[in-house]
């Protein structure tokens, strides 16, 4: 047990130094003023029980005032600049909790946007961000913290051991060995907790999860409507009740720990002043000598127990910034490549070359050695059902994930061959299921092209383009309207939001339109008119569209269908109505639906 954790701590230490590193780069001077602060007030009882010793010495050789004044203001002094160092460092410790909080976010926010999206596609990712978001942002400088502690009072203890050492030299040692056991046992403690929380981190998350489920504004409308509030509320407490079970285990065994460590050095003290006592009884101390050494104990009682303490911390923090350390060198795996921009923009035509690909722990191919070709200047629409793999191929053309075999080909060069973001900048999607940003409508088209998010002309624009300008011109603000509730701003209906993402897809000036479902949410009215225009939209550009809607379909120049990853027949939709295929049975489906619906 204590080999294993001896090869647990080693095995931390390389994410001791690099997060003093992070600490010293976050914080520079004002670590150097809590290095400072802190030697001066380990340095204090030392000084305190001398001083406290020669005016007890000086009160029994004469009981006169001016002997002893200097002694008594010496300590008066040291008494007073004691409590300003303590205020100090309260304030330098809130500016470097504050500051390297900031600096752990960083690292956390730069490393979780590089990350790809297989990261998302694995449960223990999760535990993994789950860690470093919510125990690791104040291990750092808790860290230096406790190793300031430690050597603060280990300053400490040994100026007191070296007093105590005159008197005899087996009373410090004595001192050191009764703290040495509960060092270990303390350190024993710490690692059971600290597994007992890897092992716990899934129901914690899960219990994150409920009590998000049960408050959050998304899950509120079905939460009233099939009356989910109090199933959910039971389950959270019913994870709460085991995890706060374990969570008191271990706070009652911690307790214990530091009562049996704390025993142990009492019993040391107590052994030391015994002997102190009957040496004063003897005739070989002073009087002085025995309140020094009382002094001398108690204060090296409680450097030790601060010492256990300060060491106990750092193991706790070394291996929780081991989980931030594990986060942050996950890689992202698909970014190997040569970054060149050959290819881009696009002149000819993108193509899918026998690709075949199953999504991290999938069970069965998304794409399944997949063939097509997208012209420039043309609209290409693929259909077909539910898990056909339609989203899939827009997730490899925009690089999210690699295929597994085959090739996508940009003007016959290999997707993996060209710099990721410059592709990206090629292609504008609307997505099935479009992230409604909490922020102003400017923000919300312009995010599209981040850098023109001030071009007012090209906001209009790509809001007039999508069909987004009649209801953005009916907001209280128009452009500078905060939308959603959660600040204060207004709520759009599906469709709207839907036109707004629309357009941030428009503002995009992209070689490529990828739409995934772009009338799912209108109502055949705005469809109709939307379609319309489409055509001028995507002039200039490929344009690939994603929708179940026939309707819809039938625009494009070419239409494929789907199935299980595979394109089943390909052709216009004259040409596939009249083939009598699938598309042709759907089709018929479709308007005989249509015709039902009509009075
Ligand atoms: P479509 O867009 O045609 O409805 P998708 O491309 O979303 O279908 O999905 C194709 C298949 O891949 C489905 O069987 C689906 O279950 C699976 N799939 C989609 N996303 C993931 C994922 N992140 N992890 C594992 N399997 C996935």
Known sequence: ????????????????????????????????AWGVLLIAQGLLPAGQVLLLRSLVNQFVASERWTTIAPSAIGIAALWIVGLLISSALTWVRAVQAEYVQDEVHRLIHEHAIRLDLAFYDRPESYDLLWRAQVDAPSQPLALLESLGTLVQNGLGFLVLAGILWAYAAWLPLLMLLTAVPGLIWIARHILSE??????????????????????????????????LGTYHRKAFEKLRGSLRGGKLRLARKGAVTELEAGLLAWTGSLVGLGWMVHQTLAGRARLGDLLLCFQAFQQCQAQLRALLEGAGKIYRSLLFIDNLDEFLRTMPAIFAGHASEAGLPIKESIRFDGVSFTYPGGTHCALDKFELEIPKEKVVAIVGYN?????TLIKLLCRFYDPDEGRILVDGVDLKEIDHEALRRQIAVLFQNPVHYETTVRENIGFGEISALSDDKRLWQAASDSGALAPIERLPEGFDTVLSKMFGGTELSEGEWQRIALARAFFREASLIVLDEPTSAMDSWAEQDWLGRFRTLTAGRSALMITHRFTTAMH???????EKGRIIESGTHGQLVSKGGVYASSWAAQMRDISHARP
């Open 387 to 391: 898990g056909a793999g339609k989203s």
């Open 194 to 227: 600290h597994h007992w929380h890897l092992e716990h981190t899934f129901d914690e998350r899960r219990e994150r999860y409920l009590d998000w489920m049960i408050t959050d504004q998304r899950a509120a409308t079905e939460f009233r409507l099939f009356d």
């Open 556 to 562: 494009a120049d070419i239409i494929h269908v789907m």
């Open 1 to 32: 047990m204590l080999k294993r954790q001896i090869t647990e701590f080693i095995r931390q230490l390389p994410a001791g130094r690099r997060a003093i590193v992070l600490v010293w780069k976050a914080t520079r001077w004002w670590s150097v």
